[in-house]
């Protein structure tokens, strides 16, 4: 059950920085070729040499290892596409090594980055935590021929080989809008609280949110859409004064919209602990969430398999290893028990990527089953 997978490896994150204590490091790892590692919130990056594979276990499997760098390591998101992405990597016989910030720093993931390149590990996936900071980082690693994918949040086209996307974001964006608006009976204020605005990702949830609202105003003439967004950079305690300050500086608010898992769980647990009559819709995992789906605060939000996504990204970056695909649009990989893709344009950087689907919606009807898997 994959749900016990990700459960199991946040209680082993929770151990570790507990026994990490006052220990100075920022960062955590998890090599899958050791079954007792797991991602683990730390001050700061450990020594590479502990984490990668032996000689012996690299030739095992087939030379390849590759490094995942996460934007913040105890997110459940980040965590369970991780482990898609090392099943992924199980079935092609490939090792790999999970590391990331607790803070989504683009300073400590370039940290990370220059760490695997002295590693020299073959290939990197990265959720970047910044837009354009991570370019001259991500040319280096290129430059020493390894291959390079961005993976959640897209680093820029000049940055990466391929980006891998869950769903089109700007759709989904506009997705959100229509959910709340369905929330208020289509007639109300509706707010927004976003994750990091350096962040990619959600930049473009965000103009997938104002586009529908800009391009329909029938649909939207009693709904009034806050232009302020709130951004509690993805970080949980940031996220909670942010609601809080938003929903105290907008009184009438009906709605929030919040496109990051973190800011969602943030808004409606202080919606619940106050019983306020505001509603919540957006990206968040149902898990995290079912409890706000049956008093109420939740009635639809947004997502993707995380495990299949990170499984496709560890297809994609072998094809780029493998010398298979270049990262050109038109190029096609088969990816395992997903079936095949076809690389396209990516209109918003003029890079390319593959899309794995159309993302998920979630509501009353199919909440409870999907609690079980993610």
Request: contains cysteine; negative net charge.
């Amino acid at each position: 059950m994959k749900r016990r997978m990700l459960a199991m490896l946040l209680t082993g994150a929770m151990c570790a920085s507990m026994l990490a204590g006052c220990g100075s490091s920022k960062t955590q790892d998890a090599s899958s070729g050791n079954g007792t590692d797991a991602p683990a919130a730390e001050e700061e990056a450990p020594a590479l040499e502990s984490d990668t594979a032996s000689d012996d276990s690299q030739e095992a499997a087939g030379g390849l290892t590759y490094g995942f760098v996460s934007k913040t390591t105890a997110d459940p998101m980040f965590v369970g596409t991780y482990e898609g992405f090392e099943e992924g990597c199980k079935e092609l016989g490939i090792e790999c090594v999970y590391r990331g910030t607790d803070d989504a720093s683009a300073e400590k993931e370039i940290e990370i980055i220059n760490q695997f390149i002295s590693q020299g590990v073959d290939g990197i996936a990265v959720i970047a935590a910044d837009e354009d900071a991570l370019q001259p980082v991500l040319q280096q690693a290129m430059n020493a021929g390894i291959h390079v994918v961005t993976v959640d949040s897209a680093a820029n086209a000049d940055s990466r080989e391929l980006h891998v996307d869950f769903a089109d974001p700007v759709e989904m964006g506009r997705g959100m809008l229509r959910s709340a608006s369905k929330a208020c009976g289509g007639e109300g204020q509706i707010t927004i609280l976003n994750g990091d605005p350096r962040v990619s990702l959600f930049a473009d949830f965000e103009d997938g949110i104002f586009a529908e609202y800009e391009e329909n105003p029938d649909l939207y003439e009693n709904i009034e859409l806050v232009k302020e967004v709130a951004y509690g950079y993805d970080l949980p305690d940031q996220s909670t004064t942010e609601a809080q300050a938003l929903i105290k500086n907008y009184p009438d608010t009906d709605v929030i919209i919040c496109p990051t898992t973190v800011a969602i769980l943030a808004a409606a647990k202080i919606i619940q602990d106050n019983n306020l009559d505001i509603k919540v819709t957006g990206i968040g995992l149902p898990s995290e969430m079912v409890t706000y789906y049956e008093n109420g605060i939740c009635e639809e939000m947004w997502l993707w398999d995380i495990y299949e996504y990170g499984y496709l990204t560890a297809y994609a970056l072998t094809a780029l290893a493998n010398d298979e695909i270049t990262g050109a649009a038109g190029e096609k990989i088969t990816a395992g028990k997903l079936g095949d893709y076809t690389i396209e344009t990516r209109d918003v950087d003029g890079g390319t990527m593959i899309m794995m689907g159309d993302g998920l919606i979630f509501d009353s009807s199919n909440i409870t089953e999907w609690s079980e898997k993610l």
